[in-house]
């Protein structure tokens, strides 16, 4: 069993930033990816970045434009995702779930993840 737990959501401004964290913890060492997602009122969840716990291998929906930046700090067992200049449509509850199989690559497809957390609220304002 895994657990995850975000935080650091909340309600920011057009243009601001905001640092979303998600902790694992229980059987981390059979995990091997991490991903994010979100979903908005009334829309599907929809993948929004992901990284291998070993190397560099990350990934990111295309409709960022670059703004959102995920990170790792294994001695904590955490992911980070730095949102910046964030906009309307980014309000979203933000999911982060980690993947139990093997994987060399990031995954974009919900199903291939195996744990999820509770979710955090971002909402922007205009």
């Known amino acids: 069993q895994v657990q995850l737990v975000e935080s650091g959501g909340g309600l920011v401004q057009a243009g601001g930033s905001l640092r979303l964290s998600c902790v694992a913890s229980?059987?981390?060492?059979?995990?091997?990816?991490m991903g994010w997602f979100r979903q908005a009122p009334g829309k599907e969840r929809e993948f929004v970045a992901g990284?291998?716990?070993?190397?560099?291998?990350?990934r990111y929906a295309d409709s960022l434009e670059g703004r959102f930046s995920i990170s790792k700090d294994i001695a904590r067992n955490t992911v980070y995702l730095q949102m910046n200049n964030l906009k309307p449509e980014d309000t979203a509850v933000y999911y982060c779930?980690?993947?139990?199989?093997?994987?060399?690559?990031?995954?974009?497809?919900?199903?291939?993840?195996?744990?999820w957390g509770q979710g955090t609220q971002v909402t922007v304002s205009s």
């Open positions: 229980g059987h981390t060492d059979s995990t091997y990816g």
């Open positions: 779930a980690t993947r139990t199989q093997y994987t060399s690559s990031v995954r974009a497809n919900e199903n291939d993840y195996d744990y």
């Open positions: 990284e291998i716990w070993s190397g560099l291998n990350t």
